[in-house]
């Protein structure tokens, strides 16, 4: 194998913006960010997520971002500071690296994900099951 998953991160950390969990949730409460939720469906149905966050399946974050693409979601072409995050960091920062490389603007994750989220005790809603 050329390239592990491991020099990915570690290239991708070197290159984007991280925040912790004390500093998303500043930004959050003064309304500055959108959070975009990259876990999938079924992380959000058994763990919930941060109050108002926006849920991008990982999968599909290239396609909803690009507006080329007949899948661009409006929320990608809005004005936000747009900060992600998945269970650990590890896919927030790949999504990050490559939101950036995209051009969107300005774009940060949340260090240690929704774990160190919940572990700082900071409000969580829960989300239920589409039928």
């Not at 990915?8 to 950390?13: K, Q, R, S």
């Not at 979601?73 to 936000?80: G, I, L, Q, R, T």
Request: net charge neutral.
């Amino acid at each position: 194998m050329k390239v592990g998953f491991r020099q990915l991160l570690e290239d991708a950390n070197a290159r984007i913006e991280t925040l912790g969990a004390e500093d998303v949730r500043a930004l959050r409460e003064r309304g500055e960010v959108l959070l975009v939720d990259l876990r999938d469906r079924r992380e959000l149905e058994r763990d919930g997520r941060i109050p108002g966050a926006f849920h991008c399946p990982r999968g599909m974050l290239e396609f909803w971002i690009d507006p080329e693409s007949p899948y661009h979601k409006p929320v990608f072409a809005d004005p936000h500071r747009f900060v992600f995050y998945c269970a650990s960091g590890w896919r927030s920062a790949l999504a990050t690296r490559t939101a950036q490389d995209m051009g969107l603007q300005p774009v940060a994750h949340l260090a240690g994900g929704f774990t160190a989220w919940r572990d700082a005790g900071f409000p969580i809603e829960p989300v239920t099951a589409k039928t």
